[in-house]
């Protein structure tokens, strides 16, 4: 009985050390963004995309029609 308290004893005593131990601190060279600004950026950059990609269609678009002419022969 006593050796498995003096057992019992021994490992709570070295979870209570190692809970309590030393904290890591994280250092951060960026600083705090804004979300504001994150989220416009991010807005501005889909808004940048969304025309990039009807540009492309409007030239699949074109290259089919033009593909549809020579077919036809028009």
Excluded at 4 to 13: A, K
């Amino acid at each position: 009985m006593k050796n498995c308290i003096i057992l019992l004893f021994t490992t709570v005593s070295i979870l209570l050390l190692s809970a309590c131990g030393e904290e890591t601190t994280e250092n951060s060279t960026k600083g705090i963004q804004n979300p504001v600004d994150t989220y416009m950026d991010s807005r501005v950059n889909a808004m940048d995309m969304a025309k990039q990609s009807v540009k492309d269609s409007n030239k699949k678009v074109e290259e089919q029609d033009k593909a549809m002419k020579a077919l036809l022969g028009k």
